[in-house]
């Protein structure tokens, strides 16, 4: 009787779980535009309405620039440097900067201009960067989990100082909510600076490699690890909670690659084989884009109304939300 008693209890707190992970199924129509490349996408930006670019290529053979002007509508793609490039930054005057694998890095004084090489003091991948303005940015990388490293720049040309190396976690994302604060995300590693980048304080949460983050707002931010845990900090960065446990055993795991907030609620997290989730309420709950293409996604960008998606195989997806 006791035996059949807690199979019965075991039954329904299995239902319970199952109800409580499932997710409404939604449909958002992926435009996929064309290109000129086959390369792997890894970082896409807009500077204005119409005018996008694009960064990816292949590892130890080149990197790939793509350009549009007409909002995604054609691409013009340039070759250059002999391994992918992996993140990108275009300041307000038309300056651009590239990071990439092996600690390569490139730059344009403007966006018609030819690209300039620069090599940073540490030869390690730079996964991401960012810029407050053209004379204050931050580069993060790393290799193997670990090994991480973090560049001040003091402009947009490659003049950079370590500021740590090594440092025991490879860092994935980086963002500027002000001119001194800055966040970062890696392998089991949350952080902040409140000195524009200089010096920085990790966070206790852990569980995860946190591959991006977002800060809708100075206040309010959300982060995404490869194992499917989704944190979230409404006191800029002080304290971080965590809306999904991905090692928790009765979640799925997920393989997150990127989140991005339209505002403090309305948001979207994308990764591997074409993963595409919608929140409406800060991440409370979670709705699941259906057939949506086996692609890698890696990149997110969103802007007036539009959203665009750049993955593997030369794939940018557009869409209305």
């Known amino acids: 009787m006791m035996s059949f008693r807690f199979n019965i209890l075991l039954f329904l707190l299995l239902i319970a779980l199952v109800s409580s992970c499932r997710k409404d199924r939604i449909s ?27 960064v990816g290529g292949f590892h130890w053979q080149h990197g790939e620039w793509l350009r549009t002007i007409d909002g995604g509508d054609t691409w013009r793609s340039d070759t250059f440097a002999y391994t992918a490039m992996l993140g990108i930054h275009i300041g307000s ?23 300039q090489n620069y090599y940073p003091p540490e030869q390690e991948t730079i996964n991401a960067l960012d810029f407050y303005d ?3 940015g931050v ?18 040309k490659g003049s950079a100082d370590t500021v740590y190396y090594p440092l025991n976690h490879e860092l994935r994302d980086v963002q500027f909510t002000d001119k001194n604060t800055v966040h ?26 946190f591959f991006a983050l977002d800060f809708p707002t100075s206040e309010v931010g959300y982060a995404v690890g490869r194992s499917g845990t989704i944190i979230k900090t409404t006191n800029a960065g002080k304290d971080w909670t965590k809306l999904r446990n991905g090692n928790n055993l009765f979640v799925s795991n997920e393989k997150f690659r990127d989140v991005l907030f339209k505002n403090e609620d309305e948001g979207y997290i ?7 989730w919608v929140t409406r309420d800060g991440g409370d709950s979670w709705e ?20 665009y998606i750049a993955g593997e195989a030369g794939k940018i997806y557009r ?3």
């Open 134 to 136: 053209e004379n204050t």
């Open 28 to 54: 958002i129509l992926l435009e996929e535009l064309s290109t000129p490349t086959n390369a792997i996408l890894y970082d896409i930006t807009f500077t204005d309405i119409d005018t996008g670019y694009v």
């Open 93 to 115: 005057t038309g300056k651009a900067l590239v990071v990439g694998f092996d600690g390569n890095a490139h730059y344009k004084i403007n966006t018609a201009s030819s690209w």
């Open 288 to 307: 699941i884009v259906e057939n949506t293409p086996d692609v890698t996604f890696n990149r997110l960008f969103y802007q007036n109304g539009r959203g």
């Open 270 to 276: 994308i990764g591997d084989a074409g993963l595409f």
């Open 139 to 156: 580069a993060v990388g790393g290799k193997n989990f670990e090994y991480g490293v973090i560049y001040r720049f003091s402009d947009m």
């Open 319 to 321: 869409f209305a939300d």
């Open 184 to 209: 970062t995300v890696g392998y089991g590693y949350v952080a902040r600076s409140l000195d524009g980048g200089f010096t920085w304080q990790a966070n206790s949460i852990q569980g995860d490699f």
